[in-house]
């Protein structure tokens, strides 16, 4: 609270009549033209109190006048965002998949399930599909013309930084040999061990969130935080990222994979092991004795790529390449066809994944055994070549339903095998993944085919227990029996939480607590840097002000970083935009968003005069 004070105070003294020219630190004193004070209004979550405060202040200098409504969870703001009563939200973006082009097709394609502005820009919709169809070297300029189109040209984002990815363990609980902190996904819960093995099946591993609801238990009608945790351990993906975003495949669905020359075809030899696990009548979580097989991985990549499979789908637009899914059953096509990476045939490149040799495919689920050379080859097919797919396969929306038990518990919506969305009423009708029903009691709707099954949730947070069916005795299955999902909004308070004992990790560090963390001897801190983005979206609804770019850009040439930075206690990076955590700002280094008070002040006024033509 002192430091933001002093903030305050600093940038009250520094403005006046005249600003300095250029990039804000020169010398030379340029006159301001005369505006009239500007009103805007800033939405964001209570949590971003901070970032909100450092915003009024910067932009109060710059001739607006800021308006603030503060909702108190994501729930909140989505309500108060739909409204449409605000110009500007701070919101969030981790590209969790590891790749550019989810980085920005969601929230800036004018297709995008998160295009919430909306940016609907025929320049910046031609750069997302080109830079989606080219290598990774190819789309490097492609991507740093879309980062110009939407910072520099049009002002379609304000970028406030990136935070570092920063979790604490409490050593004294959990064994932190081994452990490790992913760029772009979330903790793996099946990686840790207790320090005291002991206590694998008596003692729930506590981890926190800051959302008391979640917005779906289904994989593919939610694509927030809320809902993040859960759905990347209730079920299992074909291929998952690791620390650097490069593939693997421990805990998951698959021995091995091969894309297959010209990037358009994708084979993924599936395991036998897992099974999928679900809550029952006495609360217990059980073996269902069901395989998540072949059969499932079609039905849940065809339900995820088509925008009409469920209600509220969230998700379709990160799979609309998906051709073709299929269960393949003709061996010798493995044969024929070679890897695009090293020149291998595709059953040479699944073959090494394996010690059993592949002696036959199959088509039914029933008829797996891996023991016996029977196995499954799912193949994919994309509508072009397009690599970055794998990426978005190891997004939580590619996790693996149960069909039988989807279409199960969907049947009443259903009408000649289709949901039936027009007579489907989101208020009071319950389709699978109903997070309040689920919370009334409904447990055994879940059918998990991940290492962990959701198992009970109230106010206070969420029970997960380790699935009897996922591989079982495999080293990438979960040695803890149960793990606590601990509700607490403040990330202060979580904090407090975890210094308290209340918490054994803390996935998320607040960037002002990190050093006090590092002082005690008691706990385990781990920093990297992080696919994400901070940053003001603009309303851009038809008859908002914000739909002029002059108005936009006097926002975006007002912010300073370096004011994030140093709150953040350097803890925070300066950021062009939601690529540029990959980018780096290409060979000319890396690209710096410089405040600029005299730009701000012209596009202020080249607003205003607008309105009186």
């Known amino acids: 609270m002192k430091k933001l004070l002093a903030l305050t105070l600093s940038l009250v003294m520094a403005f006046s009549l005249v600003a300095c020219g250029g990039n804000g630190g020169g010398n030379e004193k340029t006159e301001l033209l005369p505006v009239e004070p500007e009103t805007i209004k800033i939405l964001a979550q209570s949590t971003r109190e901070a970032e909100v405060n450092i915003l009024r202040d910067q932009l109060g200098k710059a001739g607006f006048i800021i308006e603030v409504d503060m909702q108190p969870d994501y729930a909140s703001v989505s309500a108060a965002r739909d409204k449409g009563d605000y110009d500007i939200c701070i919101s969030g973006w981790t590209t969790g998949t590891g790749n550019l082009d989810y980085a920005v097709r969601g929230i800036l394609h004018s297709t995008g399930d998160y295009n919430y502005s909306p940016v609907i820009d025929e320049e910046v919709d031609r750069l997302i599909d080109l830079g989606a169809s080219q290598t990774q070297q190819q789309a490097v300029q492609t991507y740093l013309d879309l980062e110009t189109r939407i910072i520099d040209e049009m002002a379609y984002m304000i970028p406030i930084y990136s935070p570092k990815s920063v979790v604490a363990y409490n050593k004294n609980v959990v064994d932190v040999n081994n452990l490790k902190v992913y760029k772009s996904s979330g903790p793996l819960w099946w990686e840790y061990r207790y320090a005291d093995e002991s206590l694998n099946a008596t003692r729930p591993l506590v981890f926190t969130q800051n959302n008391a609801v979640m917005s779906t238990l289904d994989p593919v009608q939610g694509n927030d935080a809320s809902m993040g945790s859960a759905s990347s351990v209730n079920y299992v993906k074909l291929v998952a990222l690791d620390v650097d975003d490069s593939f693997r495949l421990e805990g998951t669905a698959s021995h091995a994979f091969s894309i297959a020359e010209g990037n358009s075809e994708f084979y993924f030899l599936l395991r036998d092991d897992i099974f999928f696990g679900t809550n029952d009548a006495n609360g217990n979580v059980i073996n269902t004795g069901v395989r998540a097989g072949g059969e499932d991985v079609v039905y849940s990549l065809e339900r995820a790529s088509d925008k009409d499979s469920v209600p509220s789908h969230k998700t379709f637009t990160l799979h609309n390449h998906l051709a073709k899914i299929e269960v393949l059953t003709d061996l010798d096509e493995l044969s024929a066809k070679l890897d695009s990476d090293t020149g291998a045939t595709v059953l040479e490149t699944l ?263």
């Open 351 to 613: 073959q090494n994944g394996i010690n059993n040799k592949i002696e036959a495919l199959v088509a039914k689920d029933d008829d797996v055994d891996n023991a016996a050379g029977k196995y499954q080859v799912v193949k994919i097919t994309t509508t072009e070549p397009f690599p970055q797919v794998l990426n978005f396969l190891c997004h939580s929306s590619a996790g693996i339903v149960c069909k039988e038990q989807v279409e199960k518990y969907n049947a009443k919506y259903m009408k000649d095998g289709k949901f039936d969305l027009a007579n489907f009423d989101i208020s009071k009708d319950v389709a699978y993944g109903d997070f309040a029903a689920f919370k009334n009691g409904d447990t055994g709707m879940l059918w998990c085919s991940g290492p962990m099954v959701m198992n009970k949730v109230d106010d206070y947070g969420a029970t997960f227990v380790k699935n009897p069916g996922f591989k079982a005795g495999q080293e990438d299955t979960a040695t803890i029996e149960t793990y606590y999902l601990k509700f607490i909004m403040d990330p202060a308070a979580a904090a407090s939480a975890f210094r308290a004992g209340e918490i054994d990790v803390l996935s998320s560090v607040d960037a002002n607590m990190v050093a006090t963390l590092q002082a005690d001897d008691n706990f385990e801190v781990r920093i990297k840097d992080a696919n994400s983005t901070y940053y003001c979206y603009v309303n851009m609804r038809e008859g908002s002000k914000f739909q002029n770019v002059d108005l936009r850009k006097a926002v975006l040439y007002s912010i300073n970083q370096q004011d994030f930075v140093d709150y953040k206690d350097g803890m925070v990076n300066k950021v062009y935009s939601v690529v540029d955590t990959f980018l780096h700002g290409g060979e000319d280094g890396p690209r710096v968003l410089e405040q600029d008070l005299v730009k701000a002040n012209q596009h202020l006024y080249n607003y205003q005069q607008s309105l009186k033509k």
